[in-house]
């Protein structure tokens, strides 16, 4: 269990403590449809405060390696699914907040992000794997030991194209999100992409 790396549910166990809770489990039925498929992946643009990153933290505890999320989902509208827990912590995934990176990473946002999920990856693989490669190659290489593949959440994606004016930047940074969900590799380990903005 890591920051970026097969997150925990916490972040939904603090969402449903709280005193106004919302179920929005029925959106799980909806990407479980769309698991490794051709439409795997989706972007969820809204207002602020409509839900998108609380809907992030849920998708982290329903696919998360990371934890036990059965006693977190019971009840809940995704559990009168008949596949209810079919994919229920059965995949790797990644979860990044850009906004954060962003706030402190402006020049280097995309070796920043590559450093932080490596630290999680080291807690699991030590140096068993080429960290020297680019992010999608090392996922690619944890997805051909583990035979698992991924759930890759990104919050405030365009973080970096609203607020900068640096083109080379902004290029690579659109780079990276390419080998995440559009290359080659990427359509052997990626499960499924949900990135909100």
């Not at 269990?1 to 919302?22: C, D, E, L, T």
């Not at 439409?39 to 809204?46: M, N, Q, R």
């Not at 999680?120 to 035979?147: A, G, P, R, W």
Request: with cysteine; net charge negative.
């Amino acid at each position: 269990m890591g920051v970026y790396f097969n997150p925990s549910n916490a972040s939904f166990r603090q969402a449903k403590n709280s005193r106004i809770y919302v179920d929005k489990t029925k959106l799980i039925e909806y990407l479980n449809d769309r698991l490794s498929t051709e439409d795997k992946c989706l972007a969820v643009s809204h207002a602020r405060r409509f839900g998108k990153s609380h809907a992030a933290g849920m998708i982290d505890a329903y696919y998360s390696l990371g934890c036990d999320s059965t006693e977190l989902f019971d009840g809940t509208k995704i559990s009168e699914s008949a596949d209810y827990k079919k994919y229920m912590n059965k995949y790797n995934v990644i979860h990044l907040d850009i906004a954060s990176v962003w706030d402190f990473h402006k020049e280097d946002l995309v070796e920043s992000i590559k450093e932080r999920v490596c630290k999680d990856f080291k807690k699991k693989y030590n140096d068993t794997l080429d960290y020297s490669q680019d992010l999608y190659l090392l996922i690619q290489e944890i997805y051909e030991i583990t035979d698992t593949q991924f759930v890759i959440i990104i919050d405030e994606w365009d973080c970096v194209i609203r607020n900068s004016d640096n083109k080379e930047l902004v290029h690579e940074y659109l780079q990276f999100l390419h080998s995440l969900f559009k290359s080659e590799e990427s359509k052997s380990f990626l499960a499924l992409a949900y990135i909100t903005g």
